[in-house]
């Protein structure tokens, strides 16, 4: 049985070799997997970190200031498409071809908020009650000029209605309000640089004190800036 002896103890070494081989080979795949779950790890800390970071913010308005950011009138901007109204507010309850000059198109909703077109853009927004059309800042038809001066300043344009309107303010009571009382004009450039180039920002916002009682009847903002 010499012979058979000698048979069994060589498969036994192949099989301690094999098994040596085996288990080296595990090894190999186990210090693999540590630098992958490491680098996943980190991974993961860094995309946590990003998350973390404070996001950048707007700059926050400045009280007392009149800026362009504050040049907007429940929610619509100037210069916004007819389009981008109506998805805002929704059908207008009348709409007419436009009354006075650089106006193609007005539209009304309700019996106090007014939209001027020109091209098919915004060019200016009147609302004459409390609608619930507010200006960025907040203010809206009703409130006093104290409280708008809280919230834009006092560096604005006192202008008295003229003697004589003109014959397109007699075509809307929109229209018709701006010709009465005072105008205190808020401009988001000084006069000495205003603009009325095309392309140029000048941008009003006038509060109409109807009676002369430090009182907004009225709020309206509009670009005065020809079309090209």
Excluded at 51 to 67: L, V
Excluded at 96 to 120: H, M, R, W
Excluded at 140 to 152: L, N, Q
Aim: glycine share 8%.
């Amino acid at each position: 049985m010499p012979g058979m002896h000698s048979t069994v103890v060589k498969l036994l070494g192949s099989l301690m070799v094999i098994f040596t081989l085996i288990l080296a080979g595990c090894g190999d795949a186990k210090q693999d997997a540590k630098p992958a779950a490491s680098e996943a790890s980190s991974d993961s800390k860094a995309a946590k970190a990003a998350e973390e970071q404070p996001k950048e913010q707007a700059p926050a308005r400045q009280a007392g200031s009149f800026t362009e950011q504050d040049v907007e009138l429940g929610g619509i901007r100037l210069g916004m498409s007819y389009d981008e109204v109506i998805q805002l507010k929704g059908k207008p309850s009348k709409e007419e071809k436009g009354y006075a000059q650089l106006i193609s198109k007005v539209i009304f909703y309700g019996n106090d908020a007014e939209i001027g077109f020109l091209n098919q853009k915004v060019r200016y927004v009147t609302v004459t009650a409390n609608n619930g059309w507010k200006t960025p800042a907040g203010l809206y038809a009703g409130m006093t000029m104290e409280e708008a001066e809280k919230m834009y300043g006092t560096d604005y344009k006192t202008v008295s209605a003229p003697s004589k309107r003109p014959e397109e303010s007699k075509k809307s009571p929109f229209y018709e309000m701006r010709w009465q009382g005072v105008r205190y004009e808020y401009r988001c450039v000084p006069s000495d640089v205003y603009s009325n180039k095309p392309g140029d920002t000048s941008w009003v916002m006038r509060l109409t004190d109807t009676n002369k009682a430090k009182k907004v009847d009225a709020i309206t903002i509009q670009t005065i800036t020809p079309e090209s």
